[in-house]
């Protein structure tokens, strides 16, 4: 059985480095023989979770939508810009209302993987915000993936066919995704 990868970036940018990573991974995944369901986060998808509205109204609709595309799939590939050293608003406004309980949903985090990917034109690649993401994610039960790959100087390193130019920075992109399909079925229940 195909393990199922989401596959999801925190910008909702057009022009993203970090959506451009993503879609690489995801082409790396497929080939790897995972499934991957490609996810697109926007900024008028949730409001900012408000306690008081979850208590008049519950979760909305997108959120328990999410929950079950998240309970739904095996493991998580993400990618991140990096803003002042931190993820952005949107993936952990998203990561909080799907953590959010609700009757009869099966449980969108616990026993599930994730691979971490960030990029940024700067040339650290947005390496600081991974430590911030993978620590949310294994206090929500994910087990996150030792390896990860932040992509420096990211307007220069795509191809047209939307591959890494430098072959060292694709091959290790390859292995990241490779490593995180064989965690990923090992933990699977
Ligand atoms: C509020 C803000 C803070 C930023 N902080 C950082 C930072 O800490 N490190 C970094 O490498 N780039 C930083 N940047 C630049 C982003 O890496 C750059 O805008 C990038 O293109 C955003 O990711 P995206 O291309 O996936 O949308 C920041 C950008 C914004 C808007």
Known sequence: MKVRLLAFCGSARKESHSRRLLAAAVTAARASGA?????????DLLPMYDGDLEAAHGLPAAALELKALFAD??????????????FPPLLKNTLD??????????????????????????????????????????????????????????????????????AGQQKMLDTLVADLIRLTAAIKT
């Open 35 to 43: 499934a991957v369901t490609e996810l697109e986060l926007c900024s």
């Open 73 to 86: 799939h095996d493991g998580f590939l993400i990618a991140s810009p990096e803003y002042n050293g931190f």
């Open 97 to 166: 209302w799907v953590s959010r309980p609700a009757p009869d949903m099966p449980a969108p985090y616990a026993g599930k993987s994730a691979g971490l990917l960030a990029a940024s034109p700067g040339a650290l690649g947005g390496v600081r915000c991974l430590p911030h993401l993978r620590l949310l994610l294994s206090n929500l039960g994910v087990t996150v993936s030792p390896a990860q790959l932040a992509l420096g100087r990211a307007d220069q390193a795509f191809a047209g066919d939307g591959s890494l130019i430098d």
